[in-house]
């Protein structure tokens, strides 16, 4: 059975840090692209990071460049999504996709998914 399982999330301050984790199982994805949504609530899922199978091609949104950093351990079955300078609007449940078919940008285009975490930040 194919797992995406996330931990990290929590509550934490406008201005703090969380790291997020996505723990694979049940398959290898270490050649495919992992990436990170999340879905605030009444919003629609929306796209945050992607990275490559080798991590060193990366993909952000407009609104998380320069202060989130995904990155990848494919030896331990784990992709990280450090989240710093956080911000009220980060508050979503953030969940892990693996294997894209298609745009990095389109939920749709993602094939396995997590139960997402939440992060909350507080003004």
Known sequence: QVQLVESGGGLVQAGGSLTLYCATSG???????MGWFRQAPGK????V??????GFS???ADSVKGRFTISRDNAK????????SLKPEDTAVYYCAGEVLGS???MTS???WGQGTQVTVSS
């Open 27 to 33: 398959r290898s994805f270490r050649n495919n692209v």
């Open 44 to 47: 629609e899922r929306e796209f």
């Open 49 to 54: 990071a992607a990275i490559g199978r080798n």
């Open 58 to 60: 990366t993909y952000y």
């Open 77 to 84: 079955n784990t992709v990280y999504l450090q989240m710093n």
């Open 104 to 106: 990095y940008y389109i």
């Open 110 to 112: 993602w094939h396995y």
